[in-house]
């Protein structure tokens, strides 16, 4: 994935401040075809015109507080990729805890989550399955979007190709007592 940033030069014209791949793009290696790529982060309380600062390195926490965003793009293999030998589900596990801090501590085993965030999920290339409590499955295919109201869910792919998702992540306060 090649990522464009601009910003602006000393001058205060408009500029292209980095052009290439998002720096905290992990490919897998214990769920072959699976990439999750951090391509941009803002916190409530950081100015959008920083020149040349890019958030991605400084960010903690994959989730954003409330305020905050997150621009995770996604390519996810077939469902079918995890009952091939070459998946490790410990060594996933591992995976996502070091290269997607936060987001991977709300995974349940079967892959269904919630996050203290209003997403936009827009379908890149390919179809998935969007999986919710009651156990029903929405189809989606390319252009699709889902806005996630902090709700539990899973993504599922049960097709025999990739899907690639691009996620922005809106930090929402929570209800007290909820």
């Known amino acids: 994935m090649r990522r464009v940033v ?12 980095d052009d290439g791949t998002p720096p905290r793009t992990h490919d ?3 769920f072959p075809g699976f990439t999750s790529s951090l391509t941009w982060a803002t916190e409530p309380d950081t100015p959008a015109s920083r020149v040349g600062e890019d958030p991605t390195g ?9 305020g905050g965003t997150r621009l995770i793009v996604l390519t996810l293999p077939p469902d079918a990729t995890m009952g091939s030998p070459q998946f490790d589900g410990a ?11 936060g987001l991977a501590e709300t995974f349940e085993v079967t892959g269904m989550h919630t996050t203290p965030t209003v997403d936009y999920t827009i379908v890149l ?8 409590d009651d156990g029903e499955l929405t189809h989606l295919k390319t252009g699709d ?6 709700t539990r869910h899973g993504w599922r792919n049960r ?6 998702l691009a996620a922005v992540l809106i930090g929402a306060p929570t209800e007290q007592g909820a």
């Not at 400084?58 to 409330?66: I, S």
């Not at 060594?91 to 801090?101: D, N, R, V």
């Not at 097709?159 to 690639?164: G, Q, R």
């Open 58 to 66: 400084k960010v903690e926490n994959f989730l954003p507080r409330p």
């Open 125 to 132: 290339d390919g179809e998935v399955w969007l999986e919710l």
């Open 91 to 101: 060594a996933y596990g591992a995976e996502q805890l070091t290269h997607s801090p």
């Open 145 to 150: 979007v889902v806005v996630q109201n902090a």
């Open 28 to 30: 897998f290696a214990s």
């Open 6 to 17: 601009t910003g602006h030069n000393a001058e205060g014209k408009a500029v292209v401040v």
């Open 159 to 164: 097709s025999d190709a990739p899907v690639t």
